[in-house]
């Protein structure tokens, strides 16, 4: 059976037809949307900023940290990424992701907190005992803080900053803790933390084992429901602007042209994949 990853098995969730033309279609597109992109640019920085902390026992300053990133993100800015809240220039993201990296550079200098275990490192873990139910995905950051005693870190970008009672219930990382807990033997404690960057708040949660056993349960029968899946129907709505295959599904409101939220951002798209697990990331030094 197909590793699953919590991105995929969300797409499902908010449209199966949008699933189905990336994950079973396997339509490719060009265009990047401007969260996903500033996501991507201010992950690489903050592993960048890590590797050079392990590799010299001492962070860049602040300036570095932003020169770089500003220049990463003229080298990498095209034509393609597209910018749905026409109101907001590409200046207005740049500047997020900039407070974005001031705020966690501020919080956290000198980057001492736990022993750094894994950075943007994929895990890989089975819902089941006979291993034909399996996930996969990419960590931000694996911490120990003692032994036996591992955080989760996902940092998060976005203007969304979720009701606190949805970081009991969040599945990412309660998924990662099971992949944790098979990849290290040791564990004892696991903590899950969240960093929404430009709200500068750090989010904390844990599970019990019986929640995590309810958790397999529940990603098992996504999982089932997802293969029997035969019809793919859409789900058009308020973020339907957002969706990558916006032009060519029927379904989409207007094409593009209404929305009938007023979302700031789709909320879904603050946990889209930021980086490949096979990219090779430089330092901060240039």
């Known amino acids: 059976m197909t590793e699953y990853s919590h991105s995929r098995i969300s797409t499902f969730e908010t449209c199966a037809r949008q699933f189905k033309y990336r994950y079973v279609d396997k339509i ?58 026409k109101e907001n220039p590409a200046e207005y993201y740049l500047g997020r992701g900039e407070r974005c990296l001031e705020n966690y550079y501020r919080s956290h200098y000198p980057f001492d907190d736990g022993e750094t275990v894994a950075i943007e490192g994929p895990i890989r873990l ?72 430009s709200h500068n708040k750090t989010i904390r949660s844990q599970r019990s084992p019986e929640q995590i056993e309810d958790l397999k349960s529940e990603v098992i029968s996504l999982i089932d429901r997802i293969e029997a899946e035969e019809r793919f129907a859409p789900t058009p709505g308020p973020l339907c602007g957002w969706c990558d295959y916006n032009k060519i599904c029927d379904a989409a409101p207007g094409r593009q042209a209404e929305r009938s939220a007023p979302l700031d951002e789709p909320p879904a798209l603050l946990d889209a994949p930021t980086t490949d697990s096979e990219e090779q990331l430089s330092l901060l030094d240039t």
């Open 126 to 197: 089975r819902l089941d005992a006979d291993g034909r139910y399996r996930c996969v995905g990419i960590v931000d950051r694996i911490t120990r803080q003692g032994e036996g005693r591992y955080e989760i870190h996902d940092y998060k970008t976005g203007a969304y900053l979720p009701p606190k009672s949805a970081f009991e219930t969040d599945r990412q990382l309660a998924l990662y803790q099971i992949g944790l807990e098979q990849t290290y033997p040791d564990t004892e404690q696991v903590a899950l933390v969240w960093h929404y960057l």
């Open 28 to 85: 490719t597109v060009e265009t990047v949307g401007i969260e996903a992109f500033v996501g991507r640019r201010v992950h690489e920085i903050l592993e960048r900023l890590y590797h050079h902390v392990a590799r010299h026992s001492r962070p860049p300053s602040l300036a570095q940290v932003l020169d770089r990133f500003r220049k990463d993100w003229s080298h990498n800015y095209h034509d393609q990424i597209l910018i749905v809240r």
